[in-house]
């Protein structure tokens, strides 16, 4: 029928109805394509413009915990042997450092050669408590370095709480007991940088454990410690948290 119409018509006027037609396709086309660019450019400008957010952030949590870690180190090489078997004057020396008592929000514990809690600051009933099963008691001993542990519940406050260690040394270096202190995540502390922040009206942040696939903190504190899907369950994920960050 529509055929029908054309021929009707004058040749003149068919050439020019043609014309129009290829015109408005080519017009469209140039639209669908020119919109795809501009799509694929935003997503690649809010891409580094996130990256750039998230790099910032990771740069002030890791000059945060490097000072707390440095800490730690720095007492930690004030205790001995003779202070190991002292524990009155272990407890003296650790009260004497207020500085680990304003980095440290869940306080601060030495630890002995067999894993057990020495004596803790402040007293919260960690001594006495065996903690040669956590991570970061493994890597001072094991590995004589200091550490940061994964996100567990206190076995003392069973709160949310992230854990950081230096091994303590005698004369000849061998690891003799370890320094540990305690950030509980449901107070203010050093990684309120993310959760007091947000990403545009709608957008949020976590800090996300890749190796145990747990969120440390998050901007709604009762995402903390919140388990993530396992490998292959969210392919996104996936890339994520393998470093390939993707919108």
């Known amino acids: 029928m529509v055929w029908q119409y054309f021929q009707r018509r004058s040749l003149k006027a068919r050439v020019t109805q043609f014309t129009l037609i290829i015109f408005l396709m080519c017009f469209w086309s140039l639209a669908l394509f020119i919109s795809q660019m501009l799509r694929r450019d935003m997503e690649r400008q809010l891409s580094e413009q996130q990256f750039s957010v998230v790099s910032g952030l990771?740069?002030?949590?890791?000059?945060?915990?490097?000072?707390?870690?440095?800490?730690?180190?720095?007492?930690?090489?004030?205790?001995?042997?003779?202070?190991?078997?002292?524990?009155?004057?272990?407890?003296?020396?650790?009260?004497?450092?207020?500085?680990?008592?304003?980095?440290?929000?869940?306080?601060?514990?030495?630890?002995?050669?067999?894993?057990?809690?020495?004596?803790?600051?402040?007293?919260?009933?960690?001594?006495?408590?065996?903690?040669?099963?956590?991570?970061?008691?493994?890597?001072?001993?094991?590995?004589?370095?200091?550490?940061?542990?994964?996100?567990?519940?206190?076995k003392v406050?069973?709160?949310?709480?992230?854990?950081?260690?230096?091994?303590?040394?005698?004369?000849?270096?061998?690891?003799?007991?370890?320094?540990?202190?305690?950030?509980?995540?449901?107070?203010?502390?050093?990684?309120?940088?993310?959760?007091?922040?947000?990403?545009?009206?709608?957008?949020?942040?976590v800090l996300v454990d890749a190796k145990q696939r747990r969120i440390i903190t998050s901007s709604d504190k009762r995402r903390i410690m919140e388990k993530l899907p396992a490998p292959g369950e969210n392919a996104l994920m996936d890339r994520n948290l393998r470093g390939r960050i993707q919108l």
């Open 58 to 154: 990771a740069k002030e949590i890791k000059f945060g915990l490097d000072g707390q870690m440095n800490a730690l180190k720095l007492i930690a090489g004030e205790i001995d042997e003779h202070l190991l078997n002292s524990p009155s004057a272990l407890e003296d020396l650790l009260k004497d450092r207020p500085i680990l008592q304003l980095l440290f929000s869940n306080g601060v514990a030495v630890i002995g050669r067999n894993g057990t809690a020495i004596v803790d600051a402040p007293r919260t009933g960690r001594a006495g408590i065996d903690f040669s099963d956590r991570d970061y008691i493994v890597t001072a001993f094991r590995e004589g370095r200091g550490s940061i542990g994964a996100v567990a519940s206190g």
């Open 157 to 205: 406050t069973v709160l949310p709480t992230l854990v950081m260690a230096e091994p303590i040394r005698n004369v000849k270096g061998e690891v003799i007991g370890a320094l540990i202190g305690g950030i509980d995540l449901s107070k203010r502390n050093l990684l309120d940088i993310i959760t007091d922040g947000s990403y545009g009206n709608t957008g949020y942040v």
